[in-house]
Every structure is written in C-alpha cells, then in structure tokens.
C-alpha cells in the first residue's frame, strides 16, 4: 500500500496550494483519510480528515475557515485545498488512511504517505 502525497511547494503568505493523496495497493473509498502536518521541532498534529462518503469532515480549529478536505474514490485520492495560508502553517504534511474506520483516523493504525512540504513566507 502506497499513499502519495504532493503539490507542496513555497508560497508567500495569503496565498493558496493544493494537496493531493493518491492511494494505490488497495482502495480506501470505505476508510476514513485526512491530513496532518510536522512543523520543524513540533511533534506531528491532527489537520483533517474526512469519512469514507465525503459527508462527514473535521478540521483542526488553527486551519477552520482555511482549509478544505475532499476526495473522489473513483481516483482513490484526496485533496487539501489551502487557502490564506499563514507562516505557521509551514509543516510536512501526511496523509492518512484508516486500516478500520469509516468515519475516524487511529493514528497508531493509519496508512500513511511520505509527506510534502509546505513552505509560507512572511
């Protein structure tokens, strides 16, 4: 099983980048995916995440307003779309696949990706 996330990159603050997670070696449309992000010298933190039909979804309160998860099983891939981004949100970022759950992430039985940097200058 592989998750490949990408689109990170340099962005000034205010502006706006797209994640995307492409999952391959089984399909995820019945699990829950999301994000999380590592900001240098911080431990890793809860971004987002979204249930197996897209209707449910949950946002770290830093990013609500910001962010915005989707997903489209047909391509077995989600999206973080981030917008007005902020020089701390500068992290790697992670995907996520629950191994059980529908609806939630258990990070200590998540699939996860190889992470992709985002970079906010002030």
């Known amino acids: 099983v592989q998750l490949q996330a990408s689109g990170g990159g340099l962005v000034q603050a205010g502006g706006s980048l797209r994640l995307s997670c492409a999952a391959s070696g089984r399909t995820f449309s019945s699990n829950a995916m999301g994000w999380f992000r590592q900001a240098p010298g911080k431990e890793r933190e809860f971004v987002t995440a979204i249930s197996w039909n897209g209707r449910s979804t949950d946002y770290a309160d830093s990013v609500k307003g910001r962010f915005s998860i989707s997903r489209d099983n047909a391509e077995n891939t989600v999206y973080l779309q981030m917008n007005s981004l902020k020089p701390e949100d500068t992290a790697v970022y992670y995907c996520?696949?629950?191994?059980?759950?529908?609806?939630?992430?258990?990070?200590?039985?998540?699939?996860w990706g190889q992470g992709t940097l985002v970079t906010v200058s002030s």
């Open positions: 996520a696949a629950d191994r059980l759950s529908s609806q939630d992430i258990v990070t200590g039985r998540a699939y």
